[in-house]
């Protein structure tokens, strides 16, 4: 089963353009979270799909959107880039199992330099 | 609010001995899940192993085990028999809440730990 993948894998944009970074979950995963990793911040939590619904949503601006389509994959777009949005963003999608755990599973990642 | 706090920014071990990553955690929910994952120099994070807050048996996932202390909220990652290829950053993680409902972590700043031949 193919892992979850992200494109893409590097970025560089400069401050006050937007960017769209891609991830399709594994298949059959319905939940999809996108995660911001600075060396400076460490990993913090952007955003949660879950059928095309944001279901949670982390302490970013307006300028930090996402979305999911019926096939499960999401999107997520930075507007107005700025010098300190340049991190690795990961995507990770979980299964929804009834009972249990589910565990998120962690994309590659984009790297995105802002200048 | 829940946070994660890992003391050991940096540990060199050398190879063939057991390490133990340290995690503490607080939360005011019953419920929650604790996690551990790797992340090599590549960036991939790699899930590890998993606890929940009900489970009474610490888990365990071939080399690795959590030593899971509930009332010490304490969550600790061993790694038997270091191998050089454990070499990373190893990441301590929580989600409030059922296993069920929005899948949201909040993770440590890591312990990155060096394998020495």
């Known amino acids: 089963k193919a892992g979850v993948t992200q494109t893409p894998r590097y970025l560089i944009k400069t401050r006050g353009q937007q960017v769209t970074l891609s991830c399709s979950p594994i298949?059959?995963?319905?939940?999809v979270s996108w995660y911001q990793q600075t060396p400076g911040q460490g990993l913090q939590f952007l955003f949660e799909?879950?059928?095309?619904?944001?279901?949670n949503k982390g302490n970013f601006p307006g300028r930090f959107s996402g979305r999911q389509f019926s096939n499960s994959r999401s999107e997520m777009n930075v507007s107005t880039l700025e010098l300190g949005d340049s991190a690795l963003y990961l995507c990770?999608?979980?299964?929804?199992?009834?009972?249990?755990?589910?565990?998120?599973?962690f994309g590659p990642g984009t790297r995105l330099t802002v200048l | 609010a829940q946070k994660i706090t890992q003391t050991q920014p940096g540990m060199f071990v050398q190879e063939k001995e057991a390490v133990t990553l340290d995690c503490t955690y607080d939360?005011?929910?019953?419920?929650?899940?604790l996690f551990w994952y790797k992340q090599p120099s590549s960036g991939e994070m790699i899930f590890l192993i998993y606890?929940?807050?009900?489970?009474?048996q610490n888990a365990t996932e071939g080399r690795y085990s959590l030593n899971f202390q509930k009332a010490r909220k304490s969550a600790n990652l061993v790694i038997s028999a270091s191998q050089l290829g454990d070499s990373a950053m190893y990441f301590c993680?929580?989600?409030?809440?059922?296993?069920?409902?929005?899948?949201?972590?909040?993770f440590g700043q890591g312990t990155r730990l060096t394998i020495n031949p």
């Open positions: 993680a929580m989600r409030e809440g059922r296993s069920q409902g929005a899948q949201k972590l909040v």
């Open positions: 799909y879950f059928s095309e619904t944001q279901r």
């Open positions: 298949s059959g995963h319905r939940s």
């Open positions: 990770a999608s979980s299964p929804y199992r009834s009972s249990g755990y589910n565990e998120q599973f």
């Open positions: 939360t005011s929910d019953q419920s929650y899940g």
């Open positions: 606890q929940g807050s009900y489970d009474e």
